[in-house]
């Protein structure tokens, strides 16, 4: 990895057939590519999974080994976080120890809100480090025209900034101690 940047995994957690998180996924990664330390990696379940179970051959596990940091793009469905992205997280173990997580959420009335706080607990377990900041769409089909653009971008745009900048601090900061102590958790 080139001095100066780090290597993000953008986990598109939603399989659902009809699902939002194309479009939510395609704005944020528009947000990445703002930015010059950082070389992501979209991961999209949907194309790794067969009925919830990771395939053989996408290489999941090396590719989140791989990564610096993740952020997670996940739905609330029924006050929780889909069920495939939980299978997929817990196929990999090591690999997200002592590297920051960071949500961008959607949903209804919460905005995906309580998929993130469940998933805290669950990166916590995994010696994962999760940032406070998250960016959150409520009624994310109202939010977005039909070009996938945020109808106000503002905001939105202001708190992916934010939540990247962390994801960066956290990302060198923890690289450069594994690089100096691997983490023993």
């Given at each position: ?5 780090f290597?993000l995994?953008?986990i598109?957690?939603?399989?659902r057939?009809?699902?939002f ?6 704005w944020?990664l528009?947000q990445v590519?703002r ?15 067969d009925?919830g ?10 590719r ?30 090591v690999?997200?120890r ?12 919460s ?9 805290r ?25 039909s070009e ?5 971008p ?17 990302a060198?900061?923890?690289r ?6 691997p983490?023993?958790?």
């Open positions: 990895m080139p001095e100066g940047q290597q995994a953008l598109v957690g939603s399989v057939e009809g699902r998180a194309p479009v939510i996924a395609n944020f528009g590519e930015r010059g330390d950082v070389v992501v990696d979209v991961i999209d379940l949907a194309d790794l999974t009925h179970m990771p395939r053989d051959g996408g290489g999941f596990t090396e989140i080994g791989a990564a610096d940091a993740y952020v997670v793009i996940v739905p609330e469905y029924n006050h929780g976080y889909p069920g495939p992205l939980k299978t997929a997280i817990d196929t990999v173990r690999e997200w002592a590297k920051p997580v960071g949500f961008v959420t959607y949903g209804g009335v905005g995906g809100l309580r998929a993130a706080e469940q998933l607990q669950v990166f916590a377990e995994l010696h994962a480090v999760t940032v406070r900041e998250t960016v959150s769409f409520h009624q994310a089909r109202t939010r977005f025209d996938g653009e945020p109808v106000e503002g905001a939105v745009e202001l708190a992916a900034k934010v939540l990247l900048d962390q994801l960066a601090w956290w060198f900061t923890l450069a101690g594994r690089d100096a102590r983490y023993g958790g």
